[in-house]
């Protein structure tokens, strides 16, 4: 947090000094009426003949972090289509401590024409005023699950396009447990009889389920019935009394041993505890799918959407987009980038190849990814998740969180008082900067 604010202060300076707003070029492309636009039909017209005329030879830097191999491989394949479809040459900067390096070029001015945003960041970036507004009907936004885009909206100005995406849905391992006995809501779950007869089942050292003390895995819940874990755009709202409500069910089941963390187990994650057989259930990312196959592959596991809580479906969504640096030289080539590796081609050799998730609709239904019945679950959250993104001062909300959270389980302190806690703690620290 301490980082962030000194690049916030370092920010505000650097832009009031240089005025280097892109305010008008912004509304001249925003002030266009919708009935004055092209067709899409013409709109494709008009980008060929713009990117024969004048962005062939361009190059483009892209800034990224780095990620395995099939990933280094997609991302490299998707790059060729664009510079063999546009004549636009793309130079990548991969970084390792990405949002401190990419915070840093930004300062000094030498950041990529269109980088990664994570949509938890976003906000952030978005404050700093480092990123142009996108268009939505330019980025055919209403292909895009609505969490997705919504992601990188502020105001009603979109800032970033979603790459592609993670949910957390419940993984269920077959030796024990048989698709049809999953309760089907979390209350369910961690309070009634599922849990204590599952355990029964398993041997010495294992446990039923696994969670995780983390608002990055809660926050769905925990703000159910429209309730915010963030007051006054900045400052945490842990304490509220519907939100201590909400969490109630999860800790009543940490306290009575139902549910454990996977640390609780001698593990770092939740995947590596579910792949050694120590749990039965957990809610995971789709990441874990290929970890699961490469390293488990005698495990025999299932996926369904996370059960509903308080009635109503619900889940996390994890994004990255792509967005253009508000300073680049190169707009016009930036946007076409973006407009291929988010469009109907570029996503899908992307997410194909990648393994990951696309972000548009027609997308997901073009490339068949649905056929793959361990990724349905997850698809299906993309259209109710909560994203994870919560504002400018979320790490340090989500850091006392996660500090006291472990007093309840332990029986220091009641979660009312936890939560009270974590909520001072995080406020002072918040005003203090």
Not at 5 to 24: E, H, Y
Not at 83 to 110: C, F, M, P, R, W
């Amino acid at each position: 947090m301490k980082k962030v604010s000194v690049f916030v202060i370092i920010f505000m300076f650097i832009f009031a000094l240089a005025g280097c707003s892109n305010s008008n070029g912004d509304e001249a492309d925003n002030g266009v009426k919708t009935s004055d636009k092209p067709s899409d039909s013409n709109t494709a017209d008009a980008t060929e003949v713009q990117t024969e005329n004048s962005l062939e030879g361009l190059t483009l830097t892209v800034g990224r972090w780095g990620g395995n191999d099939a990933e280094t491989a997609a991302f490299q394949q998707m790059v060729d289509e664009f510079t063999a479809s546009t004549g636009v040459e793309v130079q990548e900067k991969v970084y390792s401590d990405y949002n401190t390096e990419l915070q840093a070029e930004l300062i000094g001015g030498t950041a990529p024409d269109v980088f990664y945003v994570d949509a938890y960041m976003a906000p952030f970036y978005i404050q700093q005023g480092v990123l142009l507004p996108l268009d939505e009907d330019e980025f055919e936004l209403d292909q895009f699950y609505e969490p997705l885009k919504n992601a990188f909206n502020k105001d009603g100005n979109y800032y970033a396009i979603s790459k592609d995406y993670s949910t957390l849905a419940l993984y269920y391992n077959k030796k024990w447990v048989n698709e049809d006995d999953v309760p089907a809501t979390l209350e369910e779950i961690w309070n009634g009889e599922f849990l204590t007869n599952l355990q029964s089942q398993l041997s010495d050292g294992a446990a039923a389920m696994t969670y995780n003390q983390d608002l990055a895995r809660n926050m769905f819940y925990a703000e159910s019935g429209g309730i915010s874990v963030i007051r006054d755009d900045i400052y945490s709202n842990l304490s509220d009394a519907q939100l201590v409500n909400n969490l109630t069910p999860l800790y009543d089941a940490a306290i009575a041993k139902k549910i454990v963390t996977p640390q609780d187990l001698g593990f770092g994650w939740n995947g590596d505890a579910f792949g050694n057989e120590k749990t039965a259930l957990m809610i995971e990312g789709n990441w874990v799918l290929g970890f699961l196959e490469q390293n488990f592959p005698d495990v025999e596991f299932g996926v369904v959407e996370t059960p509903t809580f308080s009635g109503e479906k619900g889940t996390m969504v994890f994004t990255v987009g792509y967005g253009i640096n508000a300073n680049t030289k190169e707009e016009a080539a930036a946007k076409v980038f973006i407009k291929f590796a988010t469009g109907t081609k570029g996503m899908a050799t992307w997410t194909t190849g990648a393994g990951v998730l696309p972000s548009r609709m027609d997308v997901t239904e073009a490339t068949n990814v649905e056929s793959d019945p361990l990724k349905v679950p997850h698809i299906a959250g993309a259209a109710y998740a909560t994203p994870w993104q919560k504002g400018t001062t979320m790490d340090t909300i989500n850091n006392e969180y996660r500090n006291y959270a472990p007093s309840v389980v332990s029986g220091e302190r009641t979660l009312d008082e936890a939560l009270k806690k974590a909520e001072d703690e995080a406020n002072s620290i918040i005003e203090a900067n």
